[in-house]
């Protein structure tokens, strides 16, 4: 060989060639890709890194606590299970407004009591309530569990106070001209939008500067029929109001300690409680960070699992919000649920204590006590 030398320089030059592309961040890789804001803060991404780690391994438990019960459902977990779920979430939620108040208690308003006890108000105030839950969540993180936090939201010009039918429209959903409005800088329904929005983001601004990292699952179950944000696919319809949400919180509050949760609704053929394909909802791969459903009624058809993985082209999927568990031959059979997340008092209203043991001891599912959180926010299984 003439230029042995040269060849050998070229061939090393080739290798770690290779080598820097093989390590370069993507869908698949173990690492995950970046997370979609390219000025999420650290611990943000440890955490995405964390769930690209175990993707298709292991699956953490969660539990949903409404806003005004502090973490009464995550001790129950323990009490049932001797385990904490390592997912603890809930909701900045809605002041309610009017008559009928028990028939929105399901969902946790902030001023009305918990949904397993009987229906009374409570005297207490956005601020107030919404100050606490800071102060639990900062509680719960040093504890190292993981936050989920989401926002059942009054339509924008009733601000934080409302009935729950401001929220629950089905029929009364905003008409196509008042949807774009609403997405269309300038409009007055668009300001009132910013002004409920810059709410909530104050909140949030209080987690990242505690350097909380937060799973952020807004305007959730889109593809359904029921709250005003739900049913308007395509271009035009809640892709606008999710991007519009990301480019305001990131961009003008500059909110760098979110991933952001897609959360859909299983889809479903229900008469008046329809949930719609997920691809007729997608923001798009850019704009979303993970992928959830939701699943009730014990609807875990496979269909449900394989077309989010499909759309998800990689990234994290999840259960959003569950009522009954899924018997423990489902997380075999769908192994790529990142956690799930029991919705409130439905832990205990829809599932027997033998149950919930059953999937606390399912060797898939992570908890508390099997995860650790250093100082830099990286996660690992002990």
Known sequence: MKYPFACFWLLLGAVVLAQLLSSCSSPDSKSGPEPINPNATPEARALLKFLYDIKGQ????????????????????????GSYPVVWGSDFSFCFQGEGYQDFQHCGPLNVSDP?????????????????LIEEIKKKHAQSHI???????????????????????????PTPAEWEQLVTPG?????????????????????????????WRPYHEMNGVWFWWCNHPGENGFKKLWIMMYDYFVQKHQLNNL???WNTNAPRDIPGDE??????????????DILAADVYRKDYKQSHHDDLLKL??????????????????????????????????????????????????HPRVLTLNEVARDQRGNYQIK
């Open 58 to 81: 292991y699956i953490l438990a969660g539990q949903h606590n409404y806003i005004n019960t502090g973490s009464k459902y995550t001790e129950m977990v323990n009490e049932i299970t």
């Open 275 to 288: 949930a719609g394909a997920y691809e007729k909802f997608f923001p798009g791969l850019d704009y979303v």
């Open 187 to 215: 409009t007055e329904l668009n300001t009132a939008w910013k002004k409920q929005a810059d709410v909530i983001a104050g909140y949030l601004k209080q987690l990242q500067a505690a350097n909380i990292p937060v799973l």
């Open 312 to 361: 998800a082209a990689g990234k994290p999927i999840v259960l959003g919000e569950l009522g009954q568990f899924p018997d423990p031959a489902v997380l075999d059979q769908q192994p790529h649920w990142e956690w799930f997340m029991t919705w409130g008092y439905l832990l205990v209203r829809s599932n027997d204590e033998a149950t919930i043991r059953a999937i606390y001891q």
């Open 116 to 132: 397993a006890d009987s229906a009374y108000l409570l005297k207490v105030t956005p601020t107030e309530i919404r100050d606490k």
């Open 147 to 173: 936050i989920t936090l989401m926002w059942h939201g009054c339509y924008p010009p009733e601000g934080d106070c409302c009935h729950g039918s401001s929220i629950w429209a089905f029929e009364k959903r």
């Open 259 to 261: 991933l952001w949760v």
